[in-house]
């Protein structure tokens, strides 16, 4: 089971999390109410932010895994 945690979960998990902070500051739109591009079709936050959703999740899972007695 150690092979599973190494160490740089904390890391990982911080880095994945400033990443997808990023990557929804850059999709949302600003200013006016039109959306950006990438998300103007019907059901496209369902498709886009679903897997931000996981992502998010993800990062702060590390970050627990990496604090926990686990480590």
């Keep these: 089971m150690n ?5 740089g979960e904390i ?3 911080v880095a994945l ?6 990557l929804v500051s ?7 109410m ?3 591009r990438i ?3 019907p059901g ?6 679903l897997p931000i959703t996981f992502g ?3 990062a702060v899972a590390l970050i627990a895994i990496g604090v926990t007695t686990l480590n």
């Design 34 to 36: 039109e959306p950006k």
């Design 17 to 22: 999390f400033v990443g997808l902070v990023l």
């Design 26 to 32: 850059i999709l949302r739109p600003r200013g006016a």
């Design 44 to 49: 496209a936050w369902i498709l886009v932010g």
């Design 39 to 41: 998300v103007s079709f």
């Design 11 to 13: 890391t990982l998990g």
């Design 56 to 58: 998010f999740g993800l």
């Design 3 to 7: 092979w599973l945690i190494s160490g």
